[in-house]
């Protein structure tokens, strides 16, 4: 979130709804497609013996990289049958079964942290994890202890583990994360392009201004099936935009992955020295708003400390949700409260030794702190009353702030959620319990019944096969620069490429976030369109089965896999618009590995193999 997202649907999907991640744990009905599939010609190197059989799980979306990649391994000496599946559903199905041998598979790191980029996918009982690596577990939480300056080297040393030790994973490429914009309608440059987070929409304004508050702004996205309104029930392509835009957080993403306070709960932030203590002064200025008649309005509760503890609490706790699927990226949170002691808060030292935590958080206040309110009804910050969160990790753990910028640590209303979810979790019944955040209940038809409570700039009216409408939360940072500017947002739900592309040229739409890199000349050949791209933290990989697969089993096998991929020839293939990787930390930090394809050491790993049976 998390967001294993497998195959380009990584490419053409993911980086269209989030900027995020990636797969979710699936709402597959767990029905097995029949898999498509195609076989390589068995034919093997010069002078080389029987090509070794090997099966290439991945979704039809995804058919050119698959192609390339049976190519390559049929030229080193396999003999390659490609499973090729229609949906993510279907090959998701098939991946639980166990029926593949390497899966095309991705991940996007949508929270900005090298941890983000592991843990997930690579801890022993991580959330997307299948690995079982003692070494791998204790790179992973050596470098989540590590300041930026040290962890560069844990991470080489876990990428030289993950890769070129045991192949546990063959990296493909790092893909662009581009989109394109209709500059006749919109302010190309109020549509931010951020490297990780989802996109903004408050942000977005219309060229005629005076259409703020008659038309609606309208986006599209691939996925239709809302895993989860609650925010921290999904991770994946369908809500990661939605929840972003649908819930503050205590603290947001710069556009190039720096930690701030902008446009979120918090008007600060402070690290306390030793690593382990954060605190955040709360705004006053944000209240939840609900749907009425399928209008937006005021609930008349504000968003404060007791939200934000409560929605902390259960984004760590496993157990508080059936099917929680955020909570590893919270793990490292410890206890949440509401802080009111004001003579200890300018006493306590800031990391790094700048002073006290009480300077750093009156840093640009209107007023400076007076009092400490641990009820959010008494907070008034032009009189300088004030809540403050203290967040305590479990060890020192500095990328907890990035966990918290996430959709998943979006704050909820305690009241709300707890008057919805009076179901036992351990006997939840999904016949018959209904949980915050269903998507049933903002489908239009006999079920709606719509009880969202939204602390962020807009709130999800309702849905339907075609669209979901947005409407703007009308007590969000009102009169603020962060103020929503346009009232309605429309998100419509359009599953492939080409038809997305198709609607915004002929201006159905009026942004395609996520232009594969296959349509950039033709977004660039129309005169209307403004194409932005920049690198993005979506990296893909083939990932190798562990389980009753001779794979699992044989590292010489894998590294046979591992070296007859040639990112050169990738590369070459997208023009040169994908970028060459090692590991999915690879956006985010040059460890100076490389992986060079090398026939003769395929050679020698199949020979080795085969020796062994």
């Known amino acids: 979130m998390k967001t294993k997202f497998t195959l380009a649907l990584l490419l053409t999907l993911v980086l269209i709804l989030s900027g995020c991640s990636v797969a979710t744990k699936s709402d597959s009905t767990g029905n097995k497609a029949e898999p498509s599939s195609s076989e390589a010609p068995a034919t093997a190197p010069a002078g080389e013996g029987t090509p070794v059989n090997i099966e290439v799980l991945g979704m039809s979306s995804n058919e050119s990289d698959l192609n390339i990649v049976r190519d390559q391994l049929t030229k080193n000496g396999f003999n390659v049958k490609l499973n090729i599946q229609p949906d993510y559903a279907s090959f998701k199905a098939q991946e639980d079964a166990g029926n593949f041998d390497v899966s095309l598979s991705g991940w996007t790191t949508v ?21 079982s690596d003692a070494e791998l577990d204790t790179l992973i939480n050596k470098a989540a202890a590590q300041t930026p300056e040290e962890y560069v080297q844990t991470y080489k040393d876990f990428e030289q583990r993950l890769v070129f030790d045991e192949a546990r994973i063959a990296p493909l490429y790092i893909s662009l994360k581009s989109q394109a914009v209709n500059k006749e309608v919109l302010k190309a440059d109020s549509v931010r392009l951020s490297k990780s987070r989802a996109l903004a929409w408050e942000d977005i304004d219309f060229i005629d201004t005076a259409k703020r508050a ?10 239709s099936n809302l895993t989860s309104l609650d925010p921290i029930k999904g991770n994946d392509g369908s809500i990661n935009q939605l929840n972003t835009n649908m819930y503050v957080r205590l603290v947001n993403l710069t556009d190039d992955d720096k930690i701030t306070s902008d446009a979120s709960l918090s008007r600060n932030y402070s690290i306390a020295d030793g690593n382990q203590d954060y605190y955040f002064i709360l705004r006053d200025d944000i209240n939840f708003a609900k749907i009425e008649n399928k209008k937006a309005v005021d609930t008349g509760e504000r968003v404060g400390g007791d939200d934000v503890v409560f929605s902390l609490d259960r984004a760590k706790n496993k157990d508080s949700v059936p099917d929680h699927r955020t909570y590893s990226l919270h793990e490292h949170i410890n206890k949440v409260e509401v802080f009111t002691d004001l003579n200890a808060l300018g006493s306590i030292k800031q990391a790094g030794g700048k002073g006290t935590v009480k300077e750093a958080l009156e840093q640009g206040l209107e007023a400076p702190i007076s009092e400490l309110v641990s009820d959010k009804k008494q907070a008034n910050n032009k009189q300088g009353k004030y809540q403050v969160v203290k967040l305590t990790t479990t060890e020192p753990f500095p990328q907890v702030l990035n966990y918290l910028a996430h959709q998943s640590a979006g704050i909820v209303s305690k009241k709300q959620v707890e008057s919805i979810n009076t179901y036992d979790v351990a006997t939840f019944d999904v016949n018959k319990d209904i949980p915050y955040g269903d998507q049933n209940t903002v489908t239009e038809g006999d079920k709606y019944d719509n009880k969202l409570y939204a602390s962020g700039p807009y709130i999800l009216s309702y849905k339907n096969d075609y669209e979901g409408v947005f409407l703007k939360n009308p007590v969000y940072q009102k009169g603020t620069d962060n103020e929503a500017l346009i009232n309605q947002v429309n998100v419509r739900f359009i599953a492939d490429a080409d038809s997305t592309l198709s609607a915004l040229r002929s201006g159905e739409i009026y942004v395609y976030y996520g232009v594969p890199e296959t349509k950039y000349d033709v977004v660039e050949g129309d005169s209307k369109l403004q194409l932005k791209s920049i690198p993005s933290n ?11 697969r001779d794979v699992a089993n044989s590292t010489d096998l894998r590294k046979a896999v591992l070296y007859s991929i040639n990112q050169d020839e990738i590369l070459a293939f997208y023009k040169g618009k994908k970028i060459k990787a090692v590991s999915t930390v690879s956006p985010l930090i040059d460890t100076g590995n ?20």
């Open 538 to 548: 979506a990296m893909s990989y083939l990932l190798f089965n562990t389980k009753n």
């Open 594 to 613: 490389e992986l060079k394809a090398d026939p003769a050491k395929v050679k020698e790993f199949l020979a080795a193999y085969q020796a062994a049976k």
């Open 111 to 131: 929270t900005g942290n090298p941890d983000y980029a592991v843990r997930s996918l690579f801890t022993t009982g991580g959330d997307y994890s299948i690995q």
């Open 214 to 223: 008659t038309t609606p702004l309208i986006l599209s996205q691939a996925l």
